[in-house]
Nanobody, 124 residues
Framework: QVQLVESGGGLVQAGGSLKLSCATS????????MGWFRQTPGKEREFVAA????????LYADSVKGRFTISRDNAGNTVYLQMNNLKPEDTAVYYCAASPAALPLAATGYYTYWGQGTQVTVSS
């Protein structure tokens, strides 16, 4: 069992930056491909970024490419999402997720474990 806890959300002005963290107290996250997703009220959960199990490959949604970076610490216990040049349309609840797959994946169905989410609000 893997328990994921997100942190780092908050209120930021457009053009600002935030760094989200996803930590686990269970099995090392280096055993999983990791993903970040986001959701706004009334909409389906949307893919943001993913990291392969090895940490060598990444995948990004077009809407965040060049602005967001997914990474993992050396111990493998925390995954990050660095978000730069934030826009009001980035406002959402952000979730991290773990998949037993090796590759970075965009579909929610591949992910087995989910965190509780952290709110990101970007003001214009």
């Amino acid at each position: 069992q893997v328990q994921l806890v997100e942190s780092g959300g908050g209120l930021v002005q457009a053009g600002g930056s935030l760094k989200l963290s996803c930590a686990t107290s269970g099995r090392s996250l280096s055993s999983y491909a990791m993903g970040w997703f986001r959701q706004t009220p009334g909409k389906e959960r949307e893919f943001v970024a993913a990291l392969s199990r090895s940490g060598s490959s990444t995948l990004y949604a077009d809407s965040v490419k060049g602005r967001f970076t997914i990474s993992r610490d050396n111990a493998g216990n925390t995954v990050y999402l660095q978000m730069n040049n934030l826009k009001p349309e980035d406002t959402a609840v952000y979730y991290c997720a773990a998949s037993p797959a090796a590759l970075p994946l965009a579909a929610t169905g591949y992910y087995t474990y989910w965190g509780q989410g952290t709110q990101v609000t970007v003001s214009s």
